[in-house]
Each structure stands twice: as C-alpha cells, then as structure tokens.
C-alpha cells in the first residue's frame, strides 16, 4: 500500500467533508475531551503550519506539557482561522511529510483517520474509512501502542463486524473495525456503536 498517497486522500476527503458541514457543526462537540469540531480541525494541521522553533517555543510556553501546548494551540488556531483556512489547510498539504514525533508515516496516517473519525462520529455522519487505510492501522494495535493512547482494553476481545480483524482475549466486544479503532486510541463512543457485556466501559458521557 501507498500510504503517502492514503494519507493525501485522507486528507482532501477530509477537507471536502469539512467544507461541507453547515455553520453550527463546528461548535458541535467532537470525540475529543473539551474538543470542539474547530478544535479538532485546527489541530490536525498544526504539524503543516508550525515551523519546528515556533513548536519549540510553544513547548516553552507550555513548560514542556506536550498536551497543554497541543490543546493552547488548538484554541488559538480555531479561534484566529475561518472553517474554509482550517479546511484549506488540510488540502492544501495534502501530500506534506509530517510525522508524529516516532510515530512514523504510519503514525501520520493514524493521526489524520482517528482525528477524522473524532469529526464524523460525533457528528453522527455516516463515512467509512476505507478498508486498506484501516487495516494499515488496526495492524499496528499492541500493548505498548493501547497504553500510549491511554486505551483500557483488559478483559475486552475486539471483534470487527465488517473486517477479518480481532484483538485481545476476554469477553467479545462487536462494532465496526473503525469504531473498534477508536477504541485503541483511548476514545469513548455514542451510546450503540458496540456490542457485548462490557460495553458501558466505552460509552461517551457529556455533561449537562
């Protein structure tokens, strides 16, 4: 598989979506705690904006917190850019090499489907990653990967309902291979999205 070029469909197919949703869903909620659709979107393009010094400042600024600079930036970024900048600036760097520090290009390939999903499930719109680029991911699920993404998956077997693809022992928890996938990266679901005896454990909560 290509994944530069997965990883530059990924991106314009995102950038279209995006260009699409009506006014109001930006300040819709997303997957990401304290995250809103703006939020998400400007950080996905953070690594095609920032030189490495500016980051290197940021960090500063955020006395070295990774996810405190990451979350500052966001605000500013959705705050200072229109929707049609925040989507432009995915289809603009579509074919862009960044990387997730050590994450490799696979990592990239992640970064852009999972912040997507983020988008999209939350906003309850129906678009399916394709098979390849989520089997890309799916393939590289470990213990050492589910405890960098905070995913708690013990006594929980993954079963895929739309793919050969299954992970973990213990009691089968059912849904779609990129539901499952957000799983792995430590997310929280609409209530529905999975099947089994555990599955209150990944139901997303909001407060009133």
Same mark, same amino acid.
């Given at each position: 598989?290509? !994944?530069?070029? $997965? !990883?530059? /469909?990924?991106?314009r197919? =995102?950038?279209?979506?995006?260009?699409?949703?009506?006014?109001?869903?930006?300040d819709?909620? %997303?997957?990401?705690?304290?995250?809103?659709?703006?939020?998400?979107?400007?950080?996905? %393009?953070? +690594?095609?904006?920032? &030189?490495?010094?500016?980051?290197?400042?940021?960090?500063?600024?955020?006395?070295? +917190?990774?996810?405190?600079? *990451?979350?500052?930036? /966001?605000?500013?970024?959705?705050?200072?850019?229109?929707?049609?900048?925040?989507? $432009?600036?995915?289809?603009?760097?579509?074919?862009?090499?960044?990387?997730?520090?050590?994450?490799? !290009?696979?990592?990239?390939?992640?970064?852009?489907?999972?912040?997507?999903?983020?988008?999209?499930?939350?906003? +309850?719109?129906?678009?399916?990653v394709?098979?390849?680029?989520?089997l890309?991911? @799916?393939?590289?699920?470990?213990p050492r &990967?589910?405890?960098?993404?905070?995913?708690? =998956?013990?006594?929980? $077997?993954? #079963?895929?309902?739309? @793919?050969?693809? &299954?992970?973990? *022992? +213990?009691?089968?928890?059912?849904? *779609?291979?990129?539901?499952? @996938?957000? @799983?792995?990266?430590g997310?929280?679901?609409?209530?529905g999205?999975?099947?089994?005896?555990?599955?209150?454990?990944?139901?997303?909560? #909001?407060? /009133?």
């Amino acid at each position: 598989m290509d !994944i530069a070029a $997965a !990883i530059a /469909a990924e991106r314009r197919e =995102l950038a279209d979506l995006l260009d699409g949703l009506p006014a109001d869903a930006w300040d819709a909620p %997303s997957l990401c705690a304290g995250w809103r659709v703006r939020e998400v979107a400007a950080h996905m %393009s953070l +690594g095609f904006r920032y &030189s490495l010094p500016r980051v290197a400042l940021e960090l500063v600024r955020a006395r070295g +917190g990774l996810h405190r600079m *990451t979350d500052r930036c /966001a605000r500013a970024d959705a705050a200072a850019m229109a929707p049609a900048e925040l989507a $432009a600036a995915l289809r603009d760097n579509a074919r862009h090499p960044w990387q997730p520090p050590g994450q490799g !290009i696979e990592g990239a390939l992640g970064h852009d489907v999972v912040h997507g999903l983020d988008i999209t499930v939350a906003l +309850g719109l129906d678009r399916r990653v394709p098979e390849d680029r989520l089997l890309v991911l @799916l393939q590289r699920v470990t213990p050492r &990967s589910l405890r960098f993404f905070g995913a708690a =998956l013990d006594g929980v $077997a993954l #079963r895929a309902d739309d @793919l050969d693809w &299954s992970y973990g *022992t +213990g009691a089968p928890l059912h849904g *779609t291979a990129q539901d499952l @996938l957000l @799983l792995t990266f430590g997310r929280r679901l609409p209530p529905g999205r999975v099947r089994g005896e555990h599955e209150d454990r990944f139901v997303l909560t #909001r407060a /009133a």
